[in-house]
């Protein structure tokens, strides 16, 4: 019988603490189980931008976060506003073509300017910190 490791004896990431970085991954999560049903021989290269916008939110969240000063950790917080940014982009293209449905489109557009606040307000807090 395999033992259940409660959630208090993980260790979490400073990253992992981040609304923010939780944010980024949840959207990910939504946008590509989105994509798994689009048809394998179309799009590709979107697909592939996609995937990679999408990830980089959360990922540049989290480099940023093990960076060594605030100025450093801020300028990966507007690399991941822009990746965030590039993926509402490639959602517009993806829904003008079809693959992505209008209710869809509004669900990733509203996660994504919960994410967008909080990257300003991380960003903003920050900045007053130095």
């Known amino acids: ?20 970085w939780q944010s980024a991954v949840e959207l990910a999560d939504f946008v ?5 049903s689009f048809p394998a021989n179309r799009c590709c290269r979107l697909v592939g931008q996609m995937e990679a916008a999408v990830s980089g939110v959360a990922q540049k969240v989290a480099e940023g976060k093990g960076r060594h000063n605030n100025k450093e950790f801020i300028s990966f917080l507007y690399s991941a506003k822009s990746s965030l940014f590039e993926m509402l982009t490639l959602t517009k293209i993806l ?3 079809g693959f992505i449905k209008g209710r869809e489109e509004k669900e990733i557009k509203r996660q994504a300017e919960i994410i967008d606040r909080k990257l300003y307000a991380l960003i903003n807090f920050l900045k007053d910190k130095n």
């Open 1 to 20: 019988m395999e033992q259940k490791i409660e959630k208090k004896d993980e260790y979490i990431f400073p990253f992992e603490k981040l609304e923010v």
């Open 32 to 36: 590509l189980n989105l994509m798994e």
């Open 95 to 97: 829904e003008r073509r």
